[in-house]
């Protein structure tokens, strides 16, 4: 007696197809689909019960899902770990507790990679090749910042900075997810682009904000908003980012006066540092004045920030709206605009300026985990240092 023909349809391409069949002719439906991270890495089948016995259904059912595996967010494989899978916990679990232009850079960045990679690739598959293809198609603008192609007589080359910030974004991305545990196992085991080649500026613009440009910009700074005299006090005072400044609130102000710190403290809180350590440092006394003025005209306790947004005084003032407080201050000073730099450099001037103490010390007070990155991207050569260093050189002696 002959046996009766099983139903089976495959949807899809060899790697990401989707397979539904009986198992017994007449029964129930099944759906199955391969899996690279099942077993290990080792791979193995997803398989699911439809729970009904329409094959036209069934037949619907794995073109979708197959479809869905080519961007990575088909049903069947959701223990699958893909590029999107990755890209979407990040900006789900991280992303929120970036400021807002970050937001929008992780955004643009999670669609250009998705894009040029296939948001259905397993992250451990990614070459070097393509790598390093990306990386040549972005300095020469052969694609936008989206991962879109670009016509030739359209083209644009990018610098080399900006092809860096995408590249170390993804390595960040990544390192992120080797940390980041679901359903009891690392999303990653390891980085897949570790070791991947990121070349930066050859002369990156590094600008640093003098005593002098401060001094021309804090008189008119009250002419554009209160908050910007305090912001630049305290940007040129304690040489913290803008973002931890913005974030300050009322109890992280240690006004006591102790023998390490005769002025007072600021304790730094973690969530603001871009590190996510928090840190300890003493003010000097400019920076004290600062901050009784703002006790006196503005007083809060707790939790409360000490810039809230105009909006919203539940948030702190906007980084992009402080941007702009400070440029409108810097055309009505009549100090000419730095090429590559805002706020941040003050960052390198506060560094700069304390060059010749100990690095570890400079660092412990600026808030730098690692003191590399403070001497190779932020304290910078000055003519009166190189002229000393010329000029004042240290005697050597025969021992007698």
């Known amino acids: 007696m002959k046996k009766a023909k099983r139903f089976t349809f495959k949807a899809g391409d ?73 890209l979407a916990l990040y900006q789900q679990k991280r992303t ?42 972005r300095r020469t603008g052969a694609i936008d910042a989206y991962g879109n192609p670009v016509a030739a007589d359209g083209r644009k080359p990018v610098r080399a900075r900006s092809v860096q910030e995408d590249c170390l974004w993804l390595r960040w991305v990544f390192n992120w997810a080797t940390n980041w545990k679901r359903d009891g196992r690392f999303l990653l085991t390891v980085n897949p682009v570790k070791g991947f080649e990121v070349q930066g500026e050859k002369n990156p613009r590094r600008p640093v904000a003098t005593d002098d ?35 300050l609130r009322y109890q992280d102000l240690r006004l ?47 939790a409360a920030y000490l810039f809230p947004s105009p909006r919203d005084a539940g948030k702190p003032v906007r980084k992009e709206l402080a941007s702009a407080w400070l440029e409108r201050a810097e055309v009505l000073a009549k ?28 660092a412990a007070a600026g808030g730098w985990k690692n003191a590399e990155t403070l001497r190779r991207c932020y304290q910078q050569a000055d003519e009166a240092s190189v002229l000393r260093v010329v000029t004042e050189p240290a005697e050597l002696r025969e021992i007698a």
Not at 17 to 39: F, N
Not at 105 to 134: C, H, K, V, Y
Not at 214 to 227: E, M, R, T
Not at 335 to 362: C, E, F, I, Q
């Open 14 to 86: 060899h790697g990401q197809c989707v397979v539904v069949y009986e198992r017994k002719a007449g029964g129930l439906l099944y759906a199955r689909a391969w899996d690279r991270a099942a077993a290990g890495g080792r791979g193995g089948w997803r398989r699911v019960s439809l729970k009904h016995r329409d094959q036209e259904r069934a037949t619907t059912y794995a073109l979708e899902q197959a479809a869905k595996l080519r961007d990575g967010s088909a049903d069947i494989t959701a223990g699958k770990v893909t590029l999107a899978h990755v």
């Open 96 to 137: 929120p507790s970036k400021s807002l232009s970050e937001q929008q850079g992780d955004e643009r960045r999670a669609e250009m990679w998705a894009r040029i990679l296939g948001g259905s690739t397993d992250p451990l598959d990614i070459t070097l090749e393509q790598w390093e293809t990306f990386i040549a198609a």
């Open 213 to 247: 440009r401060y001094d021309q910009i804090l008189p008119v700074a009250a002419k554009v908003h209160p908050f910007l005299v305090t912001l630049l006090i305290l940007a040129h005072g304690t040489g913290r980012r803008l973002s931890p400044v913005l974030g």
């Open 256 to 302: 006591a006066k102790i023998k390490t710190a005769p002025h007072g403290a600021i304790q730094w809180p973690g969530e603001t540092d871009k590190e996510g350590q928090a840190w300890s440092a003493p003010i000097s006394a400019d920076v004290r004045g600062a901050l009784d003025r703002v006790l006196a005209q503005r007083p809060g306790v707790g």
């Open 335 to 362: 100090v000419p605009k730095m090429n590559g730099s805002l706020w941040h450099a003050y960052r390198r001037g506060w560094a700069t300026a304390r060059k010749h103490w100990p690095d570890a010390d400079v």
